[in-house]
Each structure stands twice: as structure tokens, then as C-alpha cells.
């Protein structure tokens, strides 16, 4: 299944069901919102033969709360351990650094999220990414923290190994999503220009 919350569908039960159970398919689904699973939802996603359950805490508690996200650590971790008891091996988990507002503290509060999970016995692979501001969003006109913010937020969650897997996006990458995310007709023109002369992404590096 291909959707960004595929969960939000009012048939989504009904229809794993009958996939799973009537049809016997494999199924799997993309990253999923933690406030939208319970234990029925995680049990079908283990029937339909996935063994790895993505979801994104995205940052700490306290900013979560800011942006609006209306789950826990303990919810993550009550997700965390359904999943495990239905037999998925491990979880995928996606995090932000470079929010605006973020602090210390934030980065922290992650880092004992992911001891706990690890003192569980719960195996998680961990991508952490640097924020990128998106159009039509209450942050879309916040500036991304700089390069140095950013390698050292990822330097700290990486060091903290409570990982069996650890990856991150490239910040030049995210700096040119973000271009071309909030970028107007000049930067349609630079795209353009660029396919006309084969210039590759270093003009882009500049201009970002």
C-alpha cells in the first residue's frame, strides 16, 4: 500500500483483512503515524507477512507537543512493544534535528527515548534527517539551522548506538529540497537553465 497515512482510511482494517486473511496476499504498508495504530492495525500488518514497522517520532516530546503531534514516548514505546509481540522483528524510526526551537535538552530527550526502547530488548534502525521547511506550513518561512547545528545533533544520536542501524540525509541534499520546495519562478528558470547546459547540482549548491 502506497499513501502518506494509509491508516487515516475509515476501511483500513476491512480492507488488510481481506487481503490477509481472504486473499492470503503479503502486504505491506509505508511509515505510519503512531497516534493512528493500535493493536488490531499492528497485529493485521504482521499478518500480512511485514517484519519491519516504520513510524516517526520525529523529534522529543516537548516539540512534538509544539507542532501539534499528538502522541508520547509511552505511546511509542506501547507501539513498539505490540509490535514486537506480534513478531516483527524491529522497528524503523525517523527523527528531525535542526527544528526551529529545538535545544540541548530535545536531543536528550531522544537519546533516553532510545535507551529505553534498546533496555526493551525492541532493535530499531534509526534515520535521522536534517528539517527541511515545506510550503502551505506554520514553518515554511523559518530559516534550517546551519551545518555545523545539524552534523552535531546527528554526531549525538549516532554516538548514543542504541542502534542495529543508523542513516542520514545528506544536509547540501536538504538544502536543495528545500530550494526547490520554496523556490519560485527563478528557481523554475535555474532548473531549466541547468537542463540546457548540463550543468549538475553544484549550481544548485551555490545558490543554496
Known sequence: MIGLSVTDHPGFKELMSFLVDELGLNVSVPSLRVDSLDRDIIRLIARGGQRVLTIAPE??????RALGKGFSDDDIV????DAVSVGIDHLKLYFMVGLPGEGDDDVKSVINLLSR???LGIKHSLSVNPWIPKPHTPLQWLPMANDDIINARVKELRNAQTYMEFSTYNILDAKVQALLSLGDRDVGNLIFEASLTGLDRGLLEKTA
Open 78 to 81: 506501547r507501539v513498539a512493544m
Open 117 to 119: 526502547l534498546k533496555r
Open 59 to 64: 523529534s522529543s516530546e516537548r516539540l512534538r
